[in-house]
């Protein structure tokens, strides 16, 4: 059975911090992408990424980033933590970009920004 | 865009009811559909999916039959049990630009009473 796993479940942070998410993943899947869920607004798409050193834009970029350094590790970085960045941040995997394969999620990290 | 809409919830039902989840969605090309579950305080996980027209997933007692001619993906359960109570997300995997980008709708919360 594929296993993502993220880092943290809970984290608390204080504005203004750098803030690293981290999400590793151990069937050797292509894709990896970072989602936020907020309640009514379902899951939205922050970045995602095909393959090592590369990275798209999903639908809310701004105010985080993404490395992709090893093909089973995905980060989300907050530059500069803000308040409205309160969220549950979910990682996932897939196998390739090239099918349409389920995602595998992670359980998650519910960050508080204070 | 692809996009996906799900009937807004709660849904709430006693026991042994009759459960159906509508989801249609908007796509070009033939996406692949899924129905994934998030228990509470856990990351979704697959619950079954369909990759063509008339296609039929099931799954744990849920099925939900890919519906080209009306866009439809709902999901049914003949007799719900109280561990159903989660939140059930509709998604689709449409190919944009050469690579299959997932897209969800925003989550139907699934509350079953004994």
């Known amino acids: 059975d594929v296993k993502v796993t993220q880092s943290s479940r809970y984290l608390v942070k204080r504005t203004g911090e750098k803030v690293f998410l981290e999400c590793v993943q151990d069937m050797d899947h292509e894709n990896m992408f970072w989602y936020r869920q907020d309640p009514g607004l379902g899951l939205r798409l922050i970045y995602f990424s095909y393959d090592v050193k590369m990275k798209e834009k999903g639908d809310i970029p701004e105010g985080y980033s993404v490395s992709r350094e090893k093909k089973e590790r995905f980060s989300l970085i907050l530059e500069s933590a803000s308040t409205n960045q309160t969220s549950m941040y979910l990682c996932?995997?897939?196998?390739?970009?090239?099918?349409?394969?389920?995602?595998?999620f992670g359980d998650g990290t519910r960050l508080s920004i204070l | 865009g692809d996009s996906v809409t799900q009937m807004e919830g709660p849904v709430t039902l006693s026991e042994e009811a009759f459960l159906t989840i509508n989801c249609t969605y908007t796509?070009?090309?033939?996406?692949?559909l899924f129905w994934y579950v998030q228990y509470p305080g856990e990351g979704l996980q697959l619950l079954l999916k369909?990759?063509?027209?008339?296609d039929k997933g099931s799954n744990k007692g849920f099925e939900a039959t890919y519906r080209k001619e009306t866009t439809s993906f709902h999901l049914e359960k003949g007799s719900v049990q109280v561990s159903d109570s989660a939140v059930y997300f509709c998604?689709?995997?449409?190919?944009?630009?050469?690579?299959?980008?997932?897209?969800f709708g925003r989550g139907t919360s699934l509350i079953v009473h004994p």
């Open positions: 996932a995997s897939s196998l390739t970009a090239h099918s349409n394969q389920p995602q595998h």
């Open positions: 998604a689709l995997s449409g190919l944009s630009g050469g690579s299959y980008i997932p897209t």
């Open positions: 369909a990759t063509k027209a008339d």
């Open positions: 796509a070009t090309g033939y996406p692949s």
